[in-house]
């Protein structure tokens, strides 16, 4: 049987942290749904379209990952009823930090009291990773700062000409 994997986020914009547990992931699962949130709680920098598009060419184009393994799409509900529409019992978050792990932890257990059959998985990004987060590639980008450890050159190039 196929395995297909929630992994939900706001990828606001996606990090090569993201990205490493993306490819860990694909060790694991045949197939992951890259779930964007578009929730009305955050203020975004990107809209959810935006998000799918940046998304789409860091995987697609920048690192050539294979599409039939991995589908992007946005959603505003609860993550376990994206599990129920894509038939899937897993969900998968990355840690960076142990600073994560309580917040992940609260969440983990909530999805699983919504739905007993939902496992989360956690995965660590690499070291040269864990201290990669979006708010922080943005407040880099719009002081100009050199971001090109941290994302792929075309979500560099959507970072720029946001901050034009």
């Known amino acids: 049987m196929k395995k297909t994997a929630i ?12 990205i490493d547990v993306i490819q860990k992931s694909l060790k694991i699962v045949d ?6 949130s578009n929730v009305n709680q955050k203020n975004y920098l990107f809209s959810a379209e935006e998000r799918i598009e940046i998304v789409k060419k860091a995987l697609f184009s920048d690192l050539n990952f294979n ?24 969900i998968l978050r990355g840690l960076r930090a142990a600073s994560d792990f309580e917040y992940e932890f609260q969440l983990a257990g909530m999805n699983r009291k919504l739905n007993s059959n939902i496992e989360t998985i956690f995965l660590m990004s690499d070291v040269k990773n864990q201290i990669i987060s979006s708010k922080l590639i943005k407040e880099i980008a719009d002081l100009n700062g050199d971001i090109k450890k941290f994302t792929t050159k075309s979500t560099i190039n959507s970072l720029k000409k946001k901050y034009e």
């Open 7 to 18: 992994y939900p986020g706001t990828f606001d914009p996606i990090t090569y942290g993201h």
């Open 31 to 36: 197939k992951i749904i890259v779930a964007i």
């Open 67 to 90: 599409k039939n393994k991995i589908k992007v799409i946005s959603f505003n509900s609860l993550t376990t009823e994206l599990c129920k529409k894509y038939k899937s019992n897993i």
